[in-house]
Antibody, heavy 121, light 105 residues
Framework: EMQLVESGGGLVQPNGSLKLSCAAS????????MSWVRQSPGKGLGLVAG??????????FYADSVKGRFTISRDDSQSMVYLQMNNMKTEDTALYYC????????????WGQGASVTVSS | IQLTQSPSLLSASVGDRVTLSCKGS??????LAWYQQKLGEAPKLLIY???SLQTGIPSRFSGSGSGTDYTLTISSLHSEDLATYYC????????FGSGTKLEIK
């Protein structure tokens, strides 16, 4: 069974930094693109960042709202994906989901339980 | 590509046939999926590539559409279908619709 477990969420002050981690298991991690999707309180879903597999040179993509502030990375040897968040803003407050993107039809077919991030002074 | 879902809120009775709409700002080429999110849970994939049912999803869920217009249909509403439903396109970038909240009368 595919499983994703996020960690690292918490309370951070504006302009502060936080790093989220996601541990993957139950599937061939190095064949899946991975992404982070967030959901602000009472709102819808929004893609934050994604990272491709080694054969695509670990290409990354970001939502415009986080470009230059967030960095996604992965460690295939540990089946881990990370989201480094810098210069955080109050509007970054959200539940952050780690997702696995199926290589066959490019949908997010596995989701973690989410990591809660609050940006507040 | 932007996705517009309608209605934003839908109230229906158990046993009803329910139809949710998702419209793209440009051609999606059938690269359209649907997710169900129940309160306090992560989204769950229901349908991919417009009309392919994800493993384990009840057959009362079905998808259709082409071009810019897509539909999720629940043939006979069950009480456990109370949730918010999101469409998602992966034809050009990756974007989610704003969601349709389904309430049970």
């Amino acid at each position: 069974e595919m499983q994703l477990v996020e960690s690292g969420g918490g309370l951070v002050q504006p302009n502060g930094s936080l790093k989220l981690s996601c541990a993957a298991s139950g599937f061939t991690f190095n064949t899946y693109d991975m992404s982070w999707v967030r959901q602000s309180p009472g709102k819808g879903l929004g893609l934050v960042a994604g990272i491709s597999i080694k054969s695509y040179n670990y290409a990354t993509f970001y939502a415009d709202s986080v470009k230059g502030r967030f960095t996604i990375s992965r460690d295939d040897s540990q089946s881990m994906v990370y989201l480094q968040m810098n210069n955080m803003k109050t509007e970054d407050t959200a539940l952050y989901y780690c997702t696995a993107i199926n290589p066959g039809y490019y949908v997010m077919d596995a989701w973690g339980q989410g990591a809660s991030v609050t940006v507040s002074s | 590509i932007q996705l517009t879902q309608s209605p934003s809120l839908l109230s229906a009775s158990v046993g009803d046939r329910v139809t949710l709409s998702c419209k793209g700002s440009q051609n999606i080429n059938n690269y359209l999926a649907w997710y169900q999110q129940k309160l306090g849970e992560a989204p769950k994939l229901l349908i991919y590539k417009t009309n392919s049912l994800q493993t384990g999803i009840p057959s009362r869920f079905s998808g259709s559409g082409s071009g810019t217009d897509y539909t999720l249909t629940i043939s006979s509403l069950h009480s456990e279908d109370l949730a918010t439903y999101y469409c998602y396109q992966y034809n050009n970038g990756l974007t989610f619709g704003s969601g349709t909240k389904l309430e049970i009368k």
